[in-house]
């Protein structure tokens, strides 16, 4: 079965980095988009990243972009997000996701925290 596993989150001070990674199974990985979507407390939840099946294309929120990077490696079955520039705001709840035959996927998530 479809499985997304989330790692890389913590605490960081404001203007640090830090590195989200999600390991994928259950599904051939490099056919598929990827995506990493956020949930702050009491907010909806937001797409922040997209990836396109061969790395072709990147897609990003406003609130990120020239922050954050996504990537992804073919091989190792792995999306990954980094970080840099971090703001309070930047706080919330950060999860992996895939579409796959017709049904959303998303992992565990991993908790982002942006404070002094």
């Known amino acids: 079965q479809v499985q997304l596993v989330e790692s890389g989150g913590g605490l960081v001070q404001p203007g640090g980095s830090l590195r989200l990674s999600c390991a994928a199974s259950g599904f051939t990985f490099s056919n598929y988009v990827m995506r990493w979507y956020r949930q702050a407390p009491g907010k909806e939840r937001e797409l922040v990243a997209t990836i396109g099946r061969s790395t072709d294309w990147t897609t990003y929120a406003d609130s990120v972009k020239g922050r954050f990077t996504i990537s992804r490696d073919n091989v190792k079955k792995t999306v990954s997000l980094q970080m840099n520039s971090l703001k309070p705001e930047d706080t919330a709840l950060y999860y992996c996701?895939?579409?796959?035959?017709?049904?959303?996927?998303w992992g565990q998530g991993t908790q982002v925290t942006v404070s002094s």
């Open positions: 996701y895939v579409r796959y035959l017709g049904s959303d996927y």
